[in-house]
């Protein structure tokens, strides 16, 4: 499922980035990796959770960062969101995974600096 975390990701950074619309971002990746009906809701869970609640995952993230949000990569910010969303609002997903997973994500990625503080904000 961590690669379907790395999907979400770039699917909400063709969102935020390129001003994509998500049904055709997501639909495009899902079809690109092949993924299976599993995987393919996992994702569209992620994507669509973070969509919807980003004002919320948004305030959460100001009240554990000492960064300001606007401060915050735009990488960074999401995994950030991907991670609080996984915490709050999906059951099914155990928190030391979503920390976890969240922190991997990031050094994927080459956020090494940004691991630390994604762990730190996502423990709190």
């Known amino acids: 499922m961590s690669n379907s975390r ?24 899902i079809k690109e990796n092949k993924l299976n009906q599993l995987d393919a ?7 669509y959770g973070v969509l919807e609640h980003q004002i919320t995952l948004d305030y959460i993230l100001r009240q554990y960062s000492k960064i300001p949000i606007r401060k915050i990569e735009i990488k960074t910010k999401i995994i950030l969101r991907l991670g609080i969303l996984q915490l709050l609002f999906m059951d099914k997903v155990p928190e030391s995974a979503a920390v976890n997973e969240s922190v991997n994500l990031a050094k994927k990625h080459k956020l090494q600096k940004s691991s630390g503080f994604i762990n730190g904000v996502l423990r709190s």
């Open 6 to 29: 790395n999907i979400a990701l770039n699917v909400l950074l063709k969102i935020e980035q390129d001003d994509a619309y998500s049904n055709i971002a997501l639909n495009n990746a």
């Open 41 to 47: 809701s996992f994702v569209s869970a992620l994507v």
